[in-house]
């Protein structure tokens, strides 16, 4: 019997242990594929060129591939949607953890549950249908196909993830905590912003990672409402993400065009990578003070 359970015991080790050099092996796989596809096209354009061009015309006669557009677009959007989604996500969780009731608090859980199942797509259509009208009228424009609307989609987009990690997170600070907090004569309020958010903080800045993780990563949906024009970015502009670069023209590129959209996966890949390290970076550091 014990050599049995030792058998089982070394090979659940083994199993687990493959699964994640496996895991390792993706991301090297990965990363090595985008760098051989995406290295040639911007040896062959130049990398100031590509980086910082301002004109993406790729099917033109004398085609162009400045991504700058598309670089800043991203950035803005992410930007706007965690100002947006961060602070509403954070407050829900808040509410969810220490303020609802027991039935309250599972209805608005499930909820949320509910929310991040929601296909993509879905918001997309939901955000071509009702923000782009009303942000058409709502500010007299000529389109409502906005950046501003690619950041209110991306914004709800997010909120799940930041919800339920911050969710668990509060949950996750010890009563003791706000006992102390309420016997020395602090409210409720206080007690949760100034004892139990900053006790939490980690946990809520993970959150905010794959919130970020999210919005720079998504396509189809900013692409169903911002437009898809490659232009350089304003807030009532229609604009082109990096994603929604790759997707709307790898169906029927070819050549030195394809290179380029392989280039933009690699930067974007880069630029994920980047915030992803920052971030945890900034966490690892919370957790060790």
Known sequence: MKRAADFIEKLTSVIFTLCGF????????????????????????????????RVWASTAQTPSFGILPFILTSVY??????????????????????MANGKMASFIRGAVD?????????????????????????????DGATLF???????????????????????????????ASLALGASKTETVFKVVVPAAKSGILTGVVLGIGRSIGEAMAVM??????????GLFKSVRFLTTAVASEMSYSSGLQREALFSVAL????F??????????????????
């Open 267 to 270: 930067v974007l890949f880069v």
């Open 272 to 289: 994920i990578m980047i915030i992803n390290l920052i971030l945890n970076f900034v966490v690892k550091r919370d957790k060790e003070g």
């Open 114 to 142: 509910l929310l991040s199942g929601i296909p993509s797509v879905v918001y997309g259509l939901v955000g071509m249908i009702v923000i782009v009208p009303f942000v058409r009228e709502a500010f007299n424009l000529p």
């Open 77 to 98: 959007g992410t930007v706007g949607a965690v100002i947006l989604g961060v602070p509403i996500g954070i407050l829900c969780a808040i509410f969810i953890a220490k």
């Open 224 to 233: 169903m409402v911002s437009g898809n024009v490659a232009n350089m970015p």
């Open 149 to 179: 609307s690619a950041i209110i989609v991306l914004g709800v987009m997010i909120l799940p993830g930041v919800i339920s990690v911050s969710e668990t997170a509060i949950r996750a600070v010890p009563k003791e905590y706000e006992e």
């Open 22 to 53: 496996l895991a390792i092996a993706f991301v090297v796989l990965i990363t090595g594929f985008l760098v051989m596809q995406g290295t040639p096209a911007i040896g062959k354009i130049g990398i100031a060129e590509f980086l910082f061009g």
